[in-house]
């Protein structure tokens, strides 16, 4: 019998959904990532935890506000297999558990949770800073990958689904004055949250020779994290990009002044 293989990255994305009292109101994508101080966070749109946009108006995917989310994990030695854990979105009523970014608040859709640990769950982190000192040549057109759960399927028990994508702005250059690029993919409801990749399997080209460099292996590049699409009119995506991972976790922010749990 052939031994099966799987990418890594498929087992790196957890298929989410929000919570209401207990019931599912919605489903999306997240991913973990380790901080500085060996906490694991869990990484997911701003728009999965409030079921709102920037502008606090309610999303028509949500059917409720949610009050938790239920992750779907790799279960601990047992690849293949997973456990569903809820993690709980308020300490207190108005008092949010998530990170948001500490500059731009609401305007950021991303949000960092720390994870509850739990001896039965295996965490496969995406590296947050590899592509900053990766030597592989990113730029326009470069192909990307967003691995979710579009319309919540899976890609076989809760491995993750790919889309390919190519990076449709400078990629050095911030979207609109935020932490933005621009893919143009074929993305659905379902894969807010995805963690967007270069993957390659055997040649990539490097920023020094500007040619083609074959290896035997894969390289995986977290570049950010996916947020639906412009307009619905438009295959033109949002991709957070990878940096402001650190900087929400490190800004330990959380949001204020408003209240974000329903009575």
Do not use: C
């Not at 994290?225 to 957070?240: F, P, Q, T």
């Amino acid at each position: 019998m052939q031994p099966i293989s799987i990418a890594q990255p498929s087992v790196q994305s957890l298929h989410i959904q929000p919570l209401r009292g207990g019931t599912p109101v919605a489903s999306g994508t997240a991913f973990v990532v380790r901080g500085r101080q060996g906490k694991y966070y869990l990484i997911t749109n701003r728009h999965n935890v409030l079921g709102r946009n920037s502008e606090n108006k309610p999303l028509g995917q949500f059917s409720q506000i949610p009050d938790a989310l239920r992750v779907y994990h790799n279960v601990h030695g047992q690849l293949g297999s997973w456990t569903a854990i809820d993690e709980a979105l308020y300490s207190s009523p108005g008092q949010p558990r998530w990170l948001e970014h500490p500059t731009f608040g609401r305007r950021v859709d991303v949000i960092a949770l720390e994870l509850s640990l739990s001896a039965n769950v295996a965490f496969y982190p995406h590296d947050q800073t590899a592509a900053s000192v990766s030597n592989v040549a990113i730029r326009v057109t470069t192909e990307l990958s967003i691995i979710g759960f579009p319309f919540g399927l899976t890609g076989g028990g809760k491995l993750g689904v790919w889309s390919r994508g190519t990076i449709a702005t400078e990629p050095d250059i911030d979207f609109d004055d935020l932490p933005l690029m621009l893919i143009d993919s074929r993305t659905r409801q379902g894969q807010s949250g995805s963690p967007v990749i270069f993957w390659a399997t055997s040649s990539f080209e490097t920023k020094e020779e500007g040619a083609a460099m074959f290896g035997g292996g894969s390289i995986s590049l977290l570049m950010g994290v996916y947020s639906g699409r412009v307009n619905a009119e438009s295959d033109l995506g949002l991709v957070w990009k990878a940096r402001i991972i650190d900087e929400i976790i490190d800004g330990d922010s959380r949001p204020t002044g408003e209240s974000l749990m329903p009575e």
